[in-house]
């Protein structure tokens, strides 16, 4: 059984940073794509960083340059490094795995088979 659990989130001011953490149980390795999606109130879910099973990465144009998205194989983490932090990152942000041994790096929602609970980041003015 997969089981995805976040960790990381809480409340800071615009230009701060948090870290939020992955941990990943079950048959998800690192030959699996995996990524991190957010929710913010009232707006659909939007993909915002990927990583594949060759370490290649993909994030959203918002988050280019503020956020990175990285893996460590050995224990099963995912992290998602989210510097400079706008008051519009706002939102309950989802980890994510692709069941699928070697996918390419991609943000398709509808290919993600498993989903973690979600962590609330909240950035203030």
């Known amino acids: 059984q997969v089981r995805l659990v976040e960790s990381g989130g809480g409340s800071v001011q615009a230009g701060g940073s948090l870290r939020l953490s992955c941990a990943a149980s079950g048959s998800i390795y690192n030959r699996n794509c995996m990524g991190w999606f957010r929710q913010a109130p009232g707006k659909e879910r939007e993909g915002v960083a990927a990583i594949d099973s060759a370490g290649r990465t993909t994030y959203v144009d918002s988050v280019k340059g503020r956020f990175t998205i990285s893996r460590d194989n050995v224990r099963n983490f995912l992290y998602l490094q989210m510097n400079s932090l706008k008051t519009e990152d706002t939102a309950v942000y989802y980890c994510?795995?692709?069941?699928?041994?070697?996918?390419?790096?991609?943000?398709?929602?509808?290919?993600?088979?498993?989903w973690g609970q979600g962590t609330q980041v909240t950035v203030s003015s």
């Open positions: 994510a795995a692709d069941a699928r041994w070697f996918a390419p790096v991609h943000l398709q929602e509808d290919e993600y088979d498993y």
